[in-house]
C-alpha cells in the first residue's frame, strides 16, 4: 500500500497532485530571474502558488504555499514507497509528489553556480 510519508520526518507533509507543474520564467540570468510555477495544487485540491528569484547569479531565494518534491515522486514512480502490506500500490506516471512542509515554503541560499533551467525537479535551486 502506498505510504508517501516512508522515510520522512515526522514535520513532513505530502500529498499526490495529477500533471507536472509547468512555470515562466522573466529577468536576465547573470542580473535577476523570477520564475512563477503554475499547475501547483494543495492537499485541500484549491491552487497552490510558488516562485523562485535569483540575483546576481549569487543570491536565490523561494516562496510559496506548495512545491514539488523530486526525490519523493522518482521514488513514488519507482514504487519505493509501498508499505510492505497489501494491496501493492501501482505508480501512475501523471502523479507527482507535492509538499507542504513548512520548511520547504520558504529558502534563502548563496550560490557561486550558474543557473540551471527552469525544472519541476529543481523548482527551489534555479
Request: charge should be neutral; proline fraction near 6%.
Amino acid at each position: 500500500m502506498l505510504y508517501l510519508h516512508k522515510y520522512a520526518r515526522p514535520d513532513e507533509r505530502f500529498h499526490l497532485q495529477v500533471g507536472e507543474p509547468w512555470c515562466q520564467g522573466w529577468g536576465w540570468d547573470s542580473f535577476y530571474r523570477s520564475v512563477k510555477w503554475h499547475g501547483l495544487v494543495k492537499e485541500n485540491g484549491t491552487d497552490g502558488w510558488f516562485t523562485s528569484y535569483v540575483l546576481l547569479w549569487y543570491i536565490r531565494w523561494y516562496i510559496g504555499n506548495v512545491k514539488c518534491d523530486a526525490t519523493r515522486t522518482a521514488m513514488y514512480w519507482y514504487g519505493q514507497l509501498d508499505d510492505g502490506h497489501e494491496p501493492v500500490y501501482v505508480p501512475d506516471p501523471a502523479k507527482y509528489v507535492m509538499t507542504t512542509t513548512p520548511k520547504e515554503k520558504f529558502s534563502f541560499r548563496l550560490h557561486g553556480t550558474p543557473l540551471n533551467r527552469e525544472i519541476y525537479t529543481n523548482m527551489g535551486g534555479l
